[in-house]
């Protein structure tokens, strides 16, 4: 069984379509689901237009790179409204369902995307599904999407040290954060926001979103972010 999603292009274009389904698959205490800030996410991409948000050449850099992908709806929404090859990452035992969706989706995001695992804790490599790997060392991320990634004390740390390794130097290059704005984990959210700004990040585009309390069961308010290298850092990175 899948869900469909319809997430908005903008303007008067007929909103994109996607199918996600979700198996009954755990891993480390999680289920496998959508949850509402990647519903929020995806529907915000098409507002995040070229100057905010740059777009880069496909020679050198990994496009867009999501972490902790879930489900896959938002790389599934970048690939399909931004026509650029995405990567989903998340933990191995998720990464099955991931690929699940990208070949349901096929027709939707025209072989653009990949998926594979990457463990926080040790960031330095992704595995693709097929069993290539890439290094943060040279294949670097121009825009990385992450929604619902803090729902842990860990999290702050692993997550930013993983944003931090991956995302590629310049100008251009874009993190893009969101999160419900769940009161048990306020605390992990705004130490998330200092380790991002004590390694060289800085919010340039935040607001928040409200989604409908009756389509979801989760926390429905959530909050966004835009970021980009601190420009007093370009000389050095």
């Known amino acids: 069984m899948s869900r469909s999603f319809l997430i908005?292009?903008?303007?008067?274009?007929?909103?994109?379509?996607?199918?996600?389904?979700?198996?009954?698959?755990?891993?480390q205490g999680l289920s496998l689901q959508t949850w509402t800030s990647s519903f929020v996410l995806a529907s915000l991409l098409h507002r995040l237009d070229k100057v905010d948000f740059p777009l880069p050449p496909l020679s050198g850099t990994i496009p867009v790179l999501e972490l902790g992908a879930g489900t896959g709806l938002v790389g599934l929404t970048a690939a399909a409204l931004w026509a650029v090859p995405v990567v989903l990452t998340d933990l191995p035992p998720i990464v099955p369902g991931l690929a699940?969706?990208?070949?349901?989706?096929?027709?939707?995001?025209?072989?653009?995307?990949?998926?594979?695992?990457l463990d926080w804790a040790a960031p330095e490599r992704l595995t693709l599904q097929n069993g290539e790997?890439?290094?943060a060392n040279t294949d670097k991320a121009r825009v990385i999407l992450a929604a619902d990634t803090v729902y842990s004390e860990e999290h702050p740390e692993l997550l930013s040290k993983a944003i931090l390794r991956w995302l590629a130097d310049g100008p251009s290059s874009r993190l893009v954060l969101t999160y419900p704005m769940r009161v048990a984990y306020l605390d992990q959210i705004r130490e998330l926001w200092?380790?991002?700004?004590?390694?060289?990040?800085?919010?340039?585009?935040?607001?928040?979103?409200?989604a409908s309390v009756d389509d979801w069961d989760d926390e429905c308010l959530c909050e966004w972010s835009v970021w980009r290298w601190k420009q007093s850092n370009q000389k050095t990175r």
Do not use: M, Y
């Open 8 to 27: 908005p292009r903008g303007g008067d274009d007929q909103p994109i379509e996607i199918q996600i389904a979700e198996p009954a698959l755990r891993a």
């Open 133 to 135: 790997t890439r290094s």
């Open 194 to 210: 200092e380790l991002l700004e004590t390694g060289g990040l800085e919010a340039i585009l935040e607001g928040r979103e409200q």
């Open 100 to 117: 699940g969706n990208v070949q349901l989706n096929a027709p939707v995001v025209k072989g653009l995307v990949r998926c594979g695992s």
